[in-house]
């Protein structure tokens, strides 16, 4: 049985508190006397990128936001600006046939399986978005303004 003492109080040169109850139980705890630290400031970020179409998403795949004209005579990427890449597709807007046509047309374009490429967006709109998988944002980029008409 540990037989109760009186807690003593003991403040030290070095800026400990020291609390003794017994021989065997002591309790320190340290004293801070001086100037508050100043909080880091945060670590630099990166560059803003310029705005762009293409994105990159959480798990990984590229997200390419497109403005799609279907009932052209030919598919083609039409342009690349800002918001989105203009594309021009060979097939009707009728029972999601336009829709079938841009991923085809997009598997080819990036020489990826038709399996690699969703339909995230869009499916009943002109403002489309897909997802694709396996090629890294700058290769679909490079791929996609190589083909601009």
Do not use: W
């Amino acid at each position: 049985m540990i037989n109760p003492t009186p807690a003593r109080i003991l403040l030290a040169s070095h800026q400990k508190l020291q609390l003794h109850f017994s021989e065997s139980l002591s309790i320190s705890y340290s004293l801070s006397m001086g100037k508050k630290a100043k909080p880091s400031p945060p670590p630099a970020s990166a560059p803003p990128s310029p705005p762009s179409p293409l994105s990159v998403a959480k798990n990984g795949s590229i997200l390419i936001s497109i403005a799609a004209k279907p009932g052209a005579k030919l598919s083609t990427v039409t342009d690349f600006s800002e918001d989105s890449v203009g594309v021009a597709i060979a097939a009707p807007p009728v029972d999601g046939e336009a829709n079938t046509h841009l991923v085809k047309y997009f598997s080819q374009l990036l020489g990826v399986k038709k399996s690699d490429i969703s339909l995230e967006s869009g499916a009943r709109a002109r403002n489309k978005v897909i997802s694709v998988v396996g090629l890294c944002l700058e290769e679909v980029e490079r791929k996609i303004k190589d083909d601009i008409s």
